[in-house]
């Protein structure tokens, strides 16, 4: 079954800072997609970045972007120049089809002023 | 664009009570569509899935019940409410690979 693994319950990072995210996967799958997402106090889910397996190129998107070793099973996000904004709790997922998407447990990430 | 709303906001039940939380989506046709819950401090966890009308699929024997009456239209129900059902109940709709979440409904048991 797969499952997905994110090892770090709690985070922090200082203002304008770069902080990652680490998130591991286990599947025996080839082609998947692989997720970020952010859910902030509201606990509205947003998604952040997204990854398709069969891409070796990393996804970017402003300031997030990912590190994908699909090798490894590694997925982690990297968040540059940190804002206020950004503290919230972060969930990798992963997706084989359309109906089955794994979650982490999730990261708490803590933005200091 | 697609939105997806979801009421209420914030219900509380007693023990033993029925349940109807509504999810629609606005601006897409034959969405997949999701219900998910998140107990406190926790990640998701994927109650029911449906690819179209009438067409329900549980991912856990749960307490719950799921039902599509409309193309748009998910209904989480329950015909007795558990103290184990609280909860923060999410909504999503998907077209491809990536799921969109609605704003959650947060169910509190009494």
């Known amino acids: 079954a797969q499952t997905v693994t994110q090892s770090q319950p709690e985070m922090s990072v200082q203002e304008a800072e770069t902080v990652t995210l680490s998130c591991t996967y286990d599947?025996?799958?080839?082609?998947?997609?692989l997720f970020w997402y952010k859910q902030p106090p509201s606990r509205q889910m947003i998604l952040v970045i997204r990854?398709?397996?069969?891409?070796?190129q990393n996804a970017t998107e402003n300031r997030f972007s990912v590190n994908f070793q699909k090798a490894a099973k590694s997925f982690s996000l990297k968040i540059s120049d940190s804002q206020l904004g950004d503290a919230a709790m972060y969930f990798c997922a992963y997706e084989y089809n359309n109906n089955d998407m794994r979650f982490g447990a999730g990261t708490r990430l803590t933005v200091k002023p | 664009s697609q939105t997806i709303h979801q009421w209420p906001a914030t219900l509380v039940q007693p023990v033993g009570s029925p349940l109807s939380l509504e999810c629609t989506v606005e601006g897409t046709s034959n969405p997949n569509l999701y219900w998910y819950r998140q107990a406190a401090g926790r990640g998701l966890q994927l109650l029911f899935y449906?690819?179209?009308?009438?067409?329900i699929s549980s991912e856990v024997p749960q307490n719950l019940s799921a039902s599509r009456p409309q193309d748009r239209q998910f209904i989480l129900s329950s015909k007795k409410l558990l103290l184990s059902d609280s909860g923060f109940y999410l909504c999503a709709w998907s077209e491809g690979y990536e799921q969109y979440f609605g704003p959650g409904t947060r169910l509190t048991v009494t």
């Open positions: 599947t025996s799958e080839s082609d998947y997609y």
């Open positions: 449906s690819v179209g009308i009438g067409q």
């Open positions: 990854q398709e397996a069969y891409k070796q």
